[in-house]
């Protein structure tokens, strides 16, 4: 019991605590329609090039998630702009995106004369959490959580049938827009924990377990809660004790999990019990 109460004694582990429940509950709810929708490389895209936003806050003296939130919206304009051109598929403009900003972040941070290194923003330094970005996390994160909550059928309709979507008044490219912008919002919150560069398994991988063993969307998004929550809180207590990367071990663990649900579930996932999903 004191393995699991130790860490916690700390003020600073407790803000990197509440910090890891958010992520956890936030970026699988979001990351449950990424995963449905196989929408990871736009997801992996959005992580990376957030570290341009990031580089140009903390050159600009301002705070580094505000700087990651702009970028990410930027580079949802510019997808859905680019995205306009039938000649360029989308995955050709996401892969375009996503580096041409690393690079920038990269640049930029690169030319900094400070002693932070690029690698406190490509996997987090969740110990250095503050009070103000926990409240910032938790709005962002809360108005992410409503979103879709608010805008559940349409994500529904919009990510299975198209037509029927259409049919009925739902505007399948204006809800691929707020999804665009919710992964912008998962990578903010997933910053200062996980990082840029692990905020996609944030993102898709506790996601991904719960679709091994969910039968349906609520059922999905609850379970996705669940593994991302345990993983974040799990990761976050080795990596104390064994003195390491928090945000390097959270995904170490979430791939852990999501290895062990895909062999227990194999069997059922033969063809012969297959079930339709929706």
Do not use: K
Not at 170 to 184: F, G, K, M, S, W
């Amino acid at each position: 019991m004191n393995w699991l109460t130790e860490p916690f004694q700390a003020e600073f582990m407790q803000r990197a605590l509440l910090a890891t429940i958010i992520i956890g509950i936030v970026a699988p709810v979001v990351g449950t329609w990424v995963v449905l929708r196989r929408m990871a490389n736009l997801g992996d895209a959005m992580s990376h090039g957030t570290l341009a936003g990031v580089g140009l806050a903390y050159a600009a003296g301002v705070n580094v998630l505000f700087g990651a939130m702009g970028a990410g919206v930027l580079i949802a304009a510019l997808l859905l702009w680019f995205s306009t051109n039938r000649r360029l598929g989308q995955e050709t403009v996401i892969a375009v995106l996503g580096t041409a900003f690393f690079a920038i972040g990269v640049v930029v941070i690169s030319r900094l004369d400070t002693g932070v290194a690029l690698t406190h923003f490509l996997f987090g330094r969740v110990l250095t959490v503050t009070w103000g970005d926990i409240w910032l996390n938790l709005a962002l994160g809360g108005a992410a959580v409503l979103v879709v909550s608010a805008l559940f059928n349409e994500l529904r309709l919009a990510s299975f049938d198209h037509v029927q979507a259409e049919q009925v008044g739902v505007h399948v490219e204006l809800v691929q827009a707020i999804l665009v912008l919710l992964l912008a919002v998962v990578v903010v919150i997933s910053l200062r924990a996980v990082g840029t560069i692990m905020a996609v398994t944030m993102l898709v991988t506790p996601a991904a377990s719960a679709r091994l063993l969910a039968r349906n969307l609520r059922q999905m998004t609850l379970l996705g809660v669940v593994f991302g929550v345990g993983e974040g809180v799990g990761g976050l207590l080795v990596s104390y004790h064994l003195s390491s990367s928090p945000g390097a071990t959270i995904g170490l663990v979430a791939a852990a999990v999501f290895a062990v649900t895909f062999a227990i579930t194999l069997p059922r996932r033969m063809p012969h019990h297959h079930r339709p999903f929706g």
